[in-house]
């Protein structure tokens, strides 16, 4: 039925335009005299649209369709009659908003109708807008392409916006607000004017070497000049034109800011897979000897029944996958075949599909019988799998493990009997529930250093656009301090801030805008 009724505006328009989709968002740049509309608050029965134009002729949309024809105040909500343009048919009483540009999220004009949500009413209202003169149906994301364009949103901040309209998770949602309030874009902007100042005093050098004008401190300082982080005796500027790069040299300031952006930089490249897994998801892998609760434990996590729980061992042959929502993170949880030897082939399959999995795990929950801890296969558990990734230090290996000893209901009150060394563990009763909520608590600090805490951590690179130019700029700044030549020297640091302008936007390519902005929607 929506799909209908956006034909049915894209007619009355004469440029009969597609529904959202994702696929590709085809959004032209922003010209002069195009007004776009769109429904913007999604598809379905509603108690309230909302229905938003942009462009120079959202005034005069605004005053046909609404009696009495003038506009209202600036950013308050006004009670308005609208009917249709071409035969005076009241369409709905509706709020209306008026946003004169450029103090609008576009940047331009804007008009939003709040009209009740029934398909009718928003049918009318769409094709009322589609007969004005100079209306078209907007393109999927060309509402936020305005506003990137003009200067209201640069392209992280762009990607933020996305990202938190598709968030579910709390942490997603923190982190993608973040990223919207510009954290990110500020950090690039302030590593940007590290680079600048640094390149001027590489061009000063070029420019104004044989200048006896050129100022003192600008080569040297304190009577001795900085040559690549030692001090040397004083040489005179008249001869650094000459000298070889790796004697030439920056201010202490310019330099040592430089060198702190190289340590900053290989800090957020080597917690780039944090920001990524947070907006993709973590994954969670459940693994154990066979019947030690796994299954159990994955239905119990995400709240459904997703795995088949049986008393017979083996019942589990190939990997399960279920995202869920776990204290906050977002999770691809996993439940695999129980590990053993000497089984048939299916079984056997599975068991070999569950250790691929394994190498892929961000995080195993490695799952024990608490009652059968002293069996062959408990032992071999501990063995192979917990003691090889629990001896891997965190900078070594980006899995971690949690030991979780299930069925704690059968146990005496004085524990688990006798039976192999432990490492730290939980105890756990998948029947009852008891040691749920420490198990979760464990699971969301184990989260947060997978994923990254968007409450505490610095801004985190959710995208692999992000890691490359930040990976571009380091490279950049290693044929910077490798260059033998000064005007090598200053072309690269070019490179490394050209690299960290077109992370927040600038000089970006129509084709890579197409790629970001295809994950809005009509009327975002």
């Known amino acids: 039925m929506w799909r209908g009724l956006w034909t049915l ?5 004469r440029g009969p335009r597609r529904l959202c989709t994702r696929r590709s968002s085809g959004a032209p740049a922003p010209g002069p005299g195009a007004t776009i509309f769109a429904l913007s608050s999604g598809q379905g029965r509603c108690g309230i649209a909302v229905i938003r134009t942009s462009g120079p002729a959202s005034g005069h949309a605004l005053r046909i369709l609404t009696a009495p024809r003038d506009l209202p105040l600036a950013r308050h909500a006004s009670l308005r009659l609208l009917s249709d343009p071409r035969s005076g048919e009241p369409l709905d009483r509706a709020l209306v908003l008026w946003f004169p540009g450029p103090q609008s999220f576009t940047g331009e004009d ?31 994301g060309e509402f936020t392409r305005r506003a990137f364009a003009n200067g209201k949103l640069n392209l992280t901040e762009v990607e933020g916006l996305a990202d938190l309209i598709h968030a579910e998770t709390e942490a997603q949602r923190r982190q993608a607000l973040r990223q919207l309030d510009g954290e990110l874009g500020h950090l690039c902007r302030g590593w940007a004017e590290t680079l600048t ?8 050098y070029i420019d104004f070497g ?42 202490p300031t310019a330099d040592i800011e430089v060198r702190a952006l190289e340590v900053a930089l290989g800090a957020h490249l080597r917690d780039a897979r944090r920001g990524q897994r ?11 000897p066979p019947n030690a609760g796994k299954s159990s434990l994955v239905n119990l996590l995400s709240r459904k029944p997703v795995s088949i729980v049986s008393p017979e061992p083996g019942t589990t042959r190939d990997v399960l996958e279920t995202p869920v929502d776990l204290a906050g993170f977002p999770v691809l949880l996993s439940d695999t075949a129980g590990l053993r030897e000497g089984v048939g082939p299916v079984e056997q399959e599975g068991v070999r599909r569950a250790r691929e999995r394994l190498e892929q795990a961000d995080l195993i929950l490695a799952m024990l019988d608490a009652s059968d801890l002293a069996s062959p296969s408990s032992c071999n558990f501990l063995a192979t799998v917990v003691a090889s990734v629990g001896a891997q230090s965190p900078s070594d290996s980006s899995q971690r493990l949690l030991l979780v000893l299930n ?10 009997g006798p039976g192999p060394d432990l490492p730290p563990h939980l105890l756990l009763s998948c029947l009852t529930g008891e040691g749920l909520d420490g198990l979760l608590e464990a699971l969301r600090k184990e989260l947060a250093a997978v994923c990254g805490d968007p409450s505490t951590d610095p801004p985190l690179l959710t995208r692999a656009r992000h890691q490359h130019h930040l990976q571009g700029c380091l490279d950049a700044l290693g044929h910077y301090k490798q260059s033998k030549d000064l005007a090598l020297a200053a072309e690269a640091l070019r490179v490394a801030r050209g690299h960290l302008t077109r992370l927040t936007g600038g000089g970006g390519t129509e084709e890579i805008l197409d790629i970001i902005f295809r994950d809005f929607c009509v009327g975002k």
Do not use: M, Y
């Open 9 to 13: 505006a894209a007619q009355a328009a």
């Open 110 to 140: 804007c008009v939003e109708f709040h009209v009740h949500g029934g398909p009718a009413v928003v049918s009318g209202v769409l094709q009322a807008l589609g007969s004005v003169p100079g209306l078209r149906p907007a393109e999927a």
């Open 197 to 204: 100042k640094a390149l001027a005093h590489v061009e000063a």
């Open 210 to 251: 044989e200048d006896d004008n050129l100022e003192e401190g600008v080569l040297e300082q304190g009577g001795s000049t900085w040559w690549w982080g030692r001090k040397t005796p004083h040489i005179s500027p008249q001869r650094l034109p000459s000298l070889s790069l790796s004697a030439c040299l920056l201010s």
């Open 278 to 288: 947070l907006r993709s998801g973590a994954h969670v892998v459940v693994t154990g």
């Open 407 to 416: 069925k704690s209901d059968l146990l005496s009150p004085e524990g688990p």
